[in-house]
């Protein structure tokens, strides 16, 4: 079984704090995502990753950024957290040009 | 830009109801379109469609594409209350790493 697994599940972090969120999948899989979840505005792409080093801008990849120095793990960071980034954060991973996405169990977080 | 809709955006119904929830694409070069249903987790597999007319079937639940008007329906039929979940559909590209995904419809299922 593919296994997509983020390290923390919920946090609450101040305005202001420098927060990571920790992605890893055991599958080899090229490409890697990082969505926010909204209500009302579904998924939306933050960044991707199609390699190890590249990265490529999402739809709303403003006050974010990633990383990704191994294949099986891909870092969403937020230099300096605001309360509109409260919000839902999913990671996934997809193998080469297959259909097919695998996705973390989600992390929730909470800037105050 | 590529844009994938859900309609409606959400949805209350009672047990034993039928539901159809729509997605309409407009993308470059599709190749698929996969519904996905989201409890509170990491969100499932449910469909992959892509060829027109052709109904994929998994218990209750049905889906269908249609290539020509760019759309696709899940209906759930004799709803119950595990059904209650956000479904969400998502558009695979032709050559393109990004896959692009609905609105998600938030379908509750009361007793």
């Known amino acids: 079984d593919v296994k997509v697994t983020q390290s923390s599940r919920y946090l609450v972090k101040r305005t202001g704090e420098k927060v990571f969120l920790e992605c890893v999948q055991d599958m080899d899989h090229e490409n890697m995502f990082w969505y926010r979840q909204d209500p009302g505005l579904g998924l939306r792409l933050i960044y991707f990753?199609?390699?190890?080093?590249?990265?490529e801008k999402g739809d709303i990849p403003e006050g974010y950024s990633v990383s990704r120095e191994k294949k099986e793990r891909f870092s969403l960071i937020l230099e300096s957290a605001s309360t509109n980034q409260t919000s839902m954060y999913l990671c996934?991973?997809?193998?080469?040009?297959?259909?097919?996405?695998?996705f973390g169990e989600g992390s929730w977080l909470t800037v105050v | 830009e590529d844009k994938v809709v859900q309609s409606p955006l959400s949805l209350v119904v009672h047990e034993g109801d039928t539901v159809t929830l729509n997605c309409s694409y407009e993308v470059t070069n599709f190749r698929s379109l996969l519904w996905y249903k989201q409890e509170k987790k990491a969100p499932t597999f449910l469909f992959m469609l892509t060829s027109s007319g052709i109904e994929k079937k998994s218990g209750r639940l049905s889906s269908i594409l249609d290539k020509k008007e760019l759309f696709s329906i899940l209906n759930i039929t004799a709803t119950q209350t595990g059904d209650s979940a956000v479904y969400l559909c998502?558009?695979?590209?032709?050559?393109?790493?990004?896959?692009?995904f609905g609105t998600g419809t938030k379908l509750q299922v009361i007793p």
């Open positions: 990753s199609y390699d190890v080093k590249m990265k």
């Open positions: 996934a991973s997809r193998p080469g040009q297959r259909d097919t996405i695998y």
């Open positions: 998502a558009v695979f590209s032709r050559g393109y790493q990004k896959v692009t």
